[in-house]
């Protein structure tokens, strides 16, 4: 059932009048997605305040059928959190703070509200890190990116959000609250629910609070961007440096289309004269200065044509700026279809190569972007002047991936955009499991029911 006007009566008195919104205009930000793809004409809003009125709407939403779709910062790009369906929206801005740090042992606890800049702020102020970073993070939250089960920029030495989480408080479909905030960073005491509301993408319910383990904050930290004149040898030395610089945060790849997009997006002067090639951002963090580190695994890298170093934050942020902008400068041009995939190790020119040409072949007056996590052989692949429901380039892209053996995830989830070839990422055993234990948590199917999941 859609909200109707009693359902909203029920939900002023759990939350108060003011946390409950109706008016288009104040719902316009949580309808639509970050893309502008997604837009849901209307939708009813709430946002309770703490846990016990989280468990009290969903208790509402079970009596009278109402679907939710559980909302952080709205910064995801696969469609996951916004109501096409009439789906009501359970924000969790109101869920915002940090709870504690512990500055002995580098654990963290937050409500799931809290932008990850905040978590990712707490951290430092007490000597520690948190793994997780992605460019969103001012507005992204900290439940939205375990939901999700978040990457970023530093999956290679940390992995990705499900490495990081080590406790939950959640709100399940059920109702039912379910606490396990003990934080210990070992723990065997059987299936660890932590890791299986990762990546869950709100299907099984809202999260509400999250413990975290933090890493180690190193002293000396220094960034490379290397130009390769031959794209295919900068995808290559991506995939190369994994295992060149054992620890290496982060290692990415652009190329010389979207650097010049960038360039003239943001007004910034290009890193080196010539603008084409491939080029590779390596960063390194150590206790001791790593240039020498950097210097020499680049020294074994084929085809590198230019070098710039950076071993300050101002100069590092600078060198960033060229990959996190991709995606703003992308959206700059208008709507942008948008896939993040990884292939098998080893594979990812090969794919880098042949991703052009697929998608000239079903949409001739598309645009292609790629860009991407390279040390993981992963990459996004964003197509640009397509209609918002032409599936034919997304569809395409897709299947090379499965052709290829690859993951038609690698970091923003299944959401709505990538349901349909759920089943061609896993068998009818997979899904019919996955499905059982959704319905574990959620047996009358109202959490999320049109994402990750049919
Ligand atoms: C990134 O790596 C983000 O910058 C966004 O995951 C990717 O815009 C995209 O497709
Ligand atoms: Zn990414």
Known sequence: MVPDKAFIGELDEVVGTANVLTDPELTHHYRRDWTGRFV????????PGDVTEVAAIIELCRKHQVAVVPQGGNTGLVAGAVP???????????LNGIESVSAGSGGLTALAGTPLATVQQAALDHGWVYGVDIASRDSATIGGTVATNAGGLRVSRYGDSRQQVVGIEMVAGTAEIISEMSGTLRNNTGYHLPSLVAGSEGTLGILTRVALRLVPRFRSRTAALLRFENPSDATNSAEQLRGLIPGAESIELFFGDGLRLVCSTFSMAPPFPRTDGGYVLVEVAGQDDQTAVLAEAVEVLAGVSDVAVADDSTGRARLWRYRELHTEAIAALGVAHKLDIAVPPGALDEFMTAVPETVRRVAPEATTWLFGHAGES???????????????????VLNLVIAMGGSISAEHGIGRTKLSWMGLAHSEVDLAVLRRIKSAFDPDGIMNPAVLIK
């Open 40 to 47: 849901a004409p209307s939708a009813a809003v709430v946002r």
């Open 84 to 94: 096409l369906s009439g789906e009501l929206v359970v924000s969790t801005e109101r």
């Open 378 to 396: 992963a990459v996004h692949v964003n197509v640009t002047g397509l209609d918002n429901d032409d599936y034919s380039a997304d569809e395409a």
